[in-house]
């Protein structure tokens, strides 16, 4: 079965230091990854996504996402922070039939000056 | 502008009663999906749709219906059978299936009294 794990629901960062979420899955089938990001009553927005191909994928806002299949992790990265990045961040795995996505618990962003 | 509206943003209820939350996309996407946002849960799948007049259950369905009479259209009843309704709601489209980009609407946050 597909699932995602999102370790640490909460973390906290200098404004201008490295920002490093982890996301490992476990997926049945070749998996479709997702980063979504969600601002305080809003929806989500996408961040990046991993379908096929070259590994390292870059987004939106200077985030970035490295596929490794060895590890099944695929960690989201921004090399300085803005104040502006607080938020939530989501990482997603696609359904075993392709048809959905399982989605992980999130993790809360913040940034300090 | 292309998008996913959801009404009303605030919505509250008393327990017995049961209630329609609104999700429109005039993105002219095939596939439409319901979730429930709980702190520190994630995004829970309730429904979703990958054509009109067909509908599959998420993971979390009971106590809930939908139905897809149109395209752009995706309406969520949460019954008096949901025992614990309270929650953020969130409707998303994707063109055609789980790999796509999945476009949320804003929410809609659910209190019962």
């Known amino acids: 079965a597909q699932s995602v794990t999102q370790l640490g629901s909460h973390v906290s960062v200098s404004e201008g230091a490295l920002v490093l979420l982890r996301c490992n899955y476990s997926?049945?089938?070749?998996?479709?990854l997702f980063w979504y990001v969600q601002y305080p009553n809003q929806g989500l927005q996408l961040l990046l996504k991993y379908t096929t191909g070259a590994t390292l994928v870059k987004g939106i806002n200077g985030f970035e996402a490295e596929f490794k299949k060895s590890e099944t992790s695929f960690h989201l990265t921004k090399p300085s922070a803005h104040m502006s990045d607080a938020a939530e961040y989501f990482c997603?795995?696609?359904?075993?039939?392709?048809?959905?996505?399982?989605f992980g618990a999130g993790t809360r962003l913040a940034v300090h000056p | 502008d292309g998008g996913i509206t959801q009404s009303p943003k605030y919505l509250f209820r008393k327990e017995g009663q049961n209630v329609t939350l609104s999700c429109e996309q005039n993105?002219?996407?095939?596939?439409m999906y319901w979730y429930r946002q709980d702190p520190g849960q994630g995004l829970r799948l309730i429904y979703y749709?990958?054509?009109?007049?067909?509908?599959q259950k998420g993971d979390i369905a009971e106590g809930y219906s939908v139905s897809r009479e149109k395209k752009e259209s995706f309406p969520l009843t949460v019954t008096s059978a949901q025992k614990n309704p309270t929650a953020f709601y969130l409707c998303?489209?994707?063109?055609?299936?789980?790999?796509?980009?999945?476009?949320f609407g804003p929410g809609t946050r659910l209190t019962v009294l």
């Open positions: 998303a489209s994707t063109e055609r299936g789980g790999t796509d980009t999945q476009y």
């Open positions: 997926s049945s089938v070749p998996p479709y």
């Open positions: 749709s990958q054509i009109v007049n067909d509908f």
């Open positions: 993105l002219n996407h095939d596939a």
């Open positions: 997603a795995v696609s359904g075993e039939g392709y048809n959905k996505l399982i």
